[in-house]
């Protein structure tokens, strides 16, 4: 019998053809614990002694393919670039936003005794610091503006990540005191620019009924004096009686935050069998974990299946101090070629409601797993799943847009058609959202139209500025190109739909065969593209390469915003009793798309420094 919530999951599914519907989603309120504070300090103690075994951590990850067969969406049109265009969505010129900071920040050797894989990875930008996480390591360095001398280290060579970190911590060691001796993984990590906090989500490997962990800081700078309150709570705390989601394993924890919650979406796997079941999404109350707590949450269960609603629900960054609506977005669990969204209403309150709706979009197809140079087993390229959602508003025209990328297959002209994919492509999407209200904007592929032996783009993930320019980052690699890091830009006034080509963050040659006798080799999971909350302008990209013989590092990457425009002329400044005059500069764009950027006074947010 098809439960209720599925039929009117397919029915929106329909109806979205090509509109957008929606349909409402009951909750259940859950409870999660009290925190447990600690310093840094104390957490680095504690850390020194430990005893560590020799160990080789590699946790399989769990497959969504086996059981989930999704069909192309009827009428879906086989397009590298929405809105159809006549430029390629590849612009051969590299012209792309300049690099600053270029470093190998994390790598897989940093503890003693311990070598990890799969290397989730991923990173974040501060006001003054930059964190950079994996399923190693915790690590924060002191963050260089682009008026510093930045921060480098070698691009082709060198297995050591750059030192003169502030704080570098073993992740389990970060999260002991909740992690109820069991492995972490899968950790997101989140600046919040409003409450000027870290949010960190992690999960443990408990077998059945696993936890999802937070930490969440005290204030924006990192120090051995800066505490984190450690929250936990089980992902099935509240389900219902019979709930598909009782007693078994919550997977892939992804994060948002925005002024009201935190939204963390989650894959349910059957704890047995390691089969998928569906997914779940969670709205913490966010009052909860930046007080005493408890935590507190509500749980949106079932939003998708196997085979039908949203797969893999991702939680959206939304810095909008005015924000009144959260969002969860994801790719279809029944259509290639659509997206499917929650609004979440009143996420403040006790009792957040959900709604959910669907996007049509250009065609897709799940990716295929990558070949590199050196490499005797594949590169795992996972599934279609979005890897990052952040929803930025262009300070120069007011719209509110929702960056996110997943990994497709395709053919050498960019378009998925279903068994004809030739390569991996990273897919980006700019959704513009207006209230409870989200639409594609535009859409393009990050791609290589080789005919034979191209390079694959995967797991990327692309974020604008306030300006209305946008960078995605990503792996790179091929049967003759090594697994290295890249990074390709698109300027507010680019053609919708169009990427430069991406430039090279490392070049590094060296095999990777850490995982050789593997069908595919674990790689990645995620990666970031984060917005520096100083200016609204600086990106920083933090993506996986191989830095040495069998060994994968975390790049961070700086990319500057274009430069002010060049004066042309000013008014005169006469000198008077006034202790305020007003001048006004002309300037000339020229070239590398100069201009003036002003973020504005942001109203009820702290301001930009």
């Known amino acids: 019998m098809k439960s209720p919530l599925r039929t009117l999951l397919f029915g929106a599914l329909l109806l979205s053809l090509p509109g957008i519907s929606q349909t409402s989603i009951p909750g259940e309120a859950g409870k999660g614990s009290l925190p447990v504070?600690?310093?840094?300090?104390?957490?680095?103690?504690?850390?020194?002694?430990?005893?560590?075994?020799?160990?080789?951590?590699?946790?399989?990850?769990?497959?969504?393919k086996r059981n989930r067969r999704p069909s192309q969406r009827p009428g879906a049109e086989a397009l590298a670039s929405f809105p159809k265009t006549t430029e390629p969505p590849v612009i051969a010129q590299q012209n792309t936003q300049g690099i600053h900071s270029n470093f190998a920040a994390l790598h897989a050797f940093e503890t003693p005794g311990v070598v990890v894989t799969p290397p989730d990875c991923m990173g974040e930008v501060g006001p003054t610091q930059v964190c950079i996480a994996s399923n190693n390591r915790l690590k924060w360095y002191n963050k260089p503006t682009v008026c510093d001398a930045p921060l480098t280290t070698s691009t082709t060579s060198g297995a050591l990540a750059l030192g003169g970190a502030v704080y570098s911590v073993y992740i389990e060691d970060f999260f002991q005191s909740v992690r109820n001796?069991?492995?972490?993984?899968?950790?997101?990590?989140?600046?919040?620019?409003?409450?000027?906090?870290?949010?960190?989500v992690a999960i443990?490997?408990?077998?059945?009924?696993?936890?999802?962990?937070?930490?969440?800081?005290?204030?924006?700078?990192?120090?051995d004096l800066t505490s984190f309150s450690f929250f936990f709570f089980n992902h099935d705390n509240g389900a219902a009686f019979g709930s598909p989601d009782a007693g078994q394993f919550c997977d892939y924890p992804t994060l948002g935050v925005d002024r009201n919650a935190l939204y963390v979406g989650g894959l349910i796997f059957d704890a047995t069998a390691g089969t998928f079941i569906g997914s779940t999404a969670y709205v913490i109350r966010k009052s909860s974990v930046t007080g005493s707590g408890p935590l507190t949450f509500t749980a949106f269960r079932g939003v998708g299946t196997n085979a039908t609603g949203m797969f893999c629900p991702q939680g959206v960054q939304n810095d909008d101090p005015n924000a009144n609506?959260?969002?969860f977005v994801g790719v279809s669990a029944q259509f290639f070629g659509v997206l499917n969204f929650l609004v979440i209403s009143n996420p403040g309150s006790a009792t957040p409601t959900s709604a959910a709706g669907t996007?049509?979009?250009?065609?897709?197809?799940?990716?295929?797993?990558?070949p590199a140079q050196g490499s005797t087993a594949d590169l795992d390229a996972g599934d279609d799943r979005l890897l990052n959602a952040r929803l930025v508003r262009n300070k120069n025209n007011g719209t509110s847009t929702i960056w996110t990328a997943h990994n497709i297959g395709v053919t050498s002209t960019g378009v998925a058609i279903q068994n004809q994919a030739s390569r991996t492509a990273t897919r980006w999407y700019a959704l513009t959202a207006n209230g409870a209200s989200i639409t594609l904007g535009q859409s393009g592929t990050l791609f290589d139209n080789t005919a034979f032996g191209p390079r694959n783009y995967w797991f990327g993930?692309?974020?604008?500025?306030?300006?209305?320019?946008a960078v995605l980052g990503a792996s790179v690699a091929g049967t003759s190109a090594y697994a290295n890091a890249v990074i390709a830009g698109r300027y507010a006034s680019t053609t919708s739909g169009t990427l430069f080509a991406p430039v090279n963050a490392s070049d590094y040659a060296a095999d990777f065969n850490l995982q050789g006798s593997e069908p595919a080799q674990r790689w990645g999971d995620y990666?970031?593209?984060?917005?520096?909350?100083?200016?609204?302008?600086?990106?920083?990209?933090f993506q996986q390469f191989t830095s040495g013989t069998d060994r994968w590092a975390v790049r961070a990457i700086q990319i500057k915003a274009p430069p002010p425009a060049a004066v042309s002329n000013m008014t005169s400044i006469t000198c008077t009793d006034d202790r305020t005059i007003d001048v006004t500069v002309n300037g000339t764009a020229g070239t590398n798309f100069a201009g003036y950027f002003d973020p504005g006074a942001d109203a009820g947010g702290p301001g930009y420094a």
């Open 37 to 64: 504070v600690k310093t840094l300090g104390e957490i680095a103690k504690e850390s020194a002694l430990v005893i560590r075994q020799n160990q080789v951590k590699i946790r399989e990850e769990l497959s969504t």
């Open 181 to 200: 001796n069991s492995e972490v993984t899968d950790p997101h990590v989140h600046y919040d620019r409003l409450s000027q906090r870290w949010f960190i």
């Open 204 to 223: 443990n490997t408990e077998a059945a009924s696993n936890r999802i962990m937070l930490a969440v800081s005290n204030g924006p700078t990192i120090t």
């Open 325 to 327: 609506f959260g969002y």
């Open 359 to 370: 996007i049509s979009v250009p065609a897709t197809e799940f990716p295929l797993e990558v």
């Open 461 to 469: 993930d692309i974020s604008g500025t306030g300006q209305g320019h």
């Open 527 to 541: 990666s970031q593209t984060a917005l520096d909350p100083s200016d609204d302008m600086t990106l920083w990209s």
